[in-house]
Structures are given as C-alpha cells and as structure tokens.
C-alpha cells in the first residue's frame, strides 16, 4: 500500500493551495483519512481528519480556512486550504488508516509529504 500525496508548493500570503492524496495497492477497506503537518523543529500535528462516511473534524485553529474532503472511489483525500499565512509553511502528510484484506486489521499508513511554502 502506498499513500502518494501532491499539490505542494510555494504560495504568498492570502493565496491558496489544493493537497491531494491517493491510497494504491491491495486495499480492501479504508477508515479515517488525514492531514497532519510538521513545521521546522515542530512535532507533527494533526490538521483535519475524515471518516469513510464524510464526517470531518479539524484543529480548531484551522476550521474556517482548511477544508478536507474525501473521494471512497478513489481512494482519495483533499486539503483545500485557503487565506493561506507563512505559518502553516510545513510538510504536509497525508494518513489512513487501511484494512488490507477482510481478515486483517487496518494499519496507519504514511504518505511522502508534500512541502508548502507560504511566503510573506
């Protein structure tokens, strides 16, 4: 299973920026989907985050600017992000958590991260 996530970049202040993450491989289910970012000499921290059925939740300091959406049949997940300011420059990570087969459990997958860069 592979996690490839795009749509990084550089971007001033007040632009916006659209992520993608696509989860490949032997799938047979998956959970809740993810955003997390880390920011030089931060730890990772969670950004929104969706169930299989399009609940979402977000770090409260996000909500209204970030929008996290899911495609099931695509296996897909977004992250709009608008008004975008330099300190949400971080990796971005995708996550999901993604059952393999019927029998086994679901594990947390990691994807490669995508840089944004807000500039001032």
């Known amino acids: 299973v592979q996690l490839q996530a795009s749509g990084g970049g550089l971007v001033q202040a007040g632009g916006s920026l659209r992520l993608s993450c696509q989860a490949s491989?032997?799938?047979?289910?998956?959970?809740?989907m993810a955003w997390y970012r880390q920011a030089p000499g931060n730890q990772r921290e969670l950004v929104a985050v969706?169930?299989?059925?399009?609940?979402?939740n977000y770090t409260e300091s996000l909500k209204g600017r970030f929008t996290i959406s899911r495609d099931n049949t695509k296996n897909s997940i977004y992250l709009q992000m608008n008004s975008l300011r330099p300190e949400d420059t971080a990796v971005y990570y995708c996550n999901a958590d993604i059952a393999r087969a019927y029998w086994t459990p679901a594990t947390h997958y990691w994807g490669q991260g995508t840089q944004v860069t807000v500039s001032s």
């Open positions: 969706i169930t299989y059925r399009g609940r979402t």
């Open positions: 491989g032997t799938i047979f289910g998956i959970n809740d």
